[in-house]
């Protein structure tokens, strides 16, 4: 059984349009975590949820808006998508905040904004 | 927040070699971290370090958390084809930052 999924794996689409990409642990992890991967491999954590709740959200715009509707889910919603948001974005979980040795992550989500 | 400065970039050693690669830092971290990173998959971690001076082993794998805190490093002894991919350090304190990357290339 998949640990961390996304969906969907490859995304293309044009700027401007709003897209979600969604992610589910079957860990029982209270955290999750959206991370964003540049061409270049560049990491960059993006937000952090705790119980649902936001925790980390570090210097990214507001066109990125995460959700939690429970805390096996953490789906990432892009608004007026722009050609610089190409990237990989995975979704990573982890038992509890701080316990980054149990951290866990998806397979990726490649988004192409043409 | 600032990416960690991570070495060498990439590496191409004949298996059965070891290999060793850093990351180092301006600022101070309280856990260090290194992943793998296979091709089309997500970053799979190898080795979380806690303390200052902590050595911890996982198969092959060998990583230090320098006592300084601002640096940490990763040995692979006797290196085989499927080391083959991207290593990443990662530091945490108040914020998760993470290093370029080491591309390693093993030929068989």
């Known amino acids: 059984d998949t640990a961390v999924s996304q969906t969907p794996k490859y995304l293309v689409t044009q700027m401007g349009n709003d897209k979600s990409i969604k992610c589910e642990q079957n860990?029982?992890?209270?955290?999750m975590y959206w991370y964003k991967q540049d061409s270049k491999k560049f990491l960059k954590i993006m937000f952090s949820?705790?119980?649902?709740?936001?925790?980390i959200n570090e210097t990214v715009p507001n066109r990125f808006s995460p959700k939690s509707p429970d805390k096996a889910h953490l789906n990432l919603h892009i608004n007026s998508l722009e050609l610089g948001d190409s990237a990989v974005y995975f979704c990573?979980?982890?038992?509890?905040?701080?316990?980054?040795?149990?951290?866990?992550f998806g397979p990726g989500t490649r988004l192409l904004v043409l | 927040g600032q990416q960690l400065n991570q070495s060498p970039q990439s590496m191409f050693i004949q298996e059965g070699e070891d290999v060793s690669m850093n990351c180092t830092s301006s600022?101070?971290?309280?856990?260090w971290l290194w992943y793998k990173q296979d091709p089309g998959e997500g970053p799979v971690l190898l080795i979380a370090l806690y303390k200052a001076g902590e050595l911890t082993s996982n198969g092959r794998l060998t990583a230090q958390f320098g006592i300084t805190r601002k640096d940490s490093f990763l040995n692979i002894s006797a290196s085989i084809p499927s080391d083959v991919g991207i290593y990443f350090c990662a530091g945490h304190s108040d914020d998760m930052r993470f290093g370029a990357g080491t591309r390693l290339t093993v030929k068989p």
């Open positions: 860990l029982g992890h209270d955290t």
């Open positions: 949820y705790n119980n649902k709740e936001l925790i």
């Open positions: 990573a979980s982890s038992q509890f905040q701080g316990s980054w040795g149990t951290q866990y």
């Open positions: 600022s101070i971290f309280n856990t």
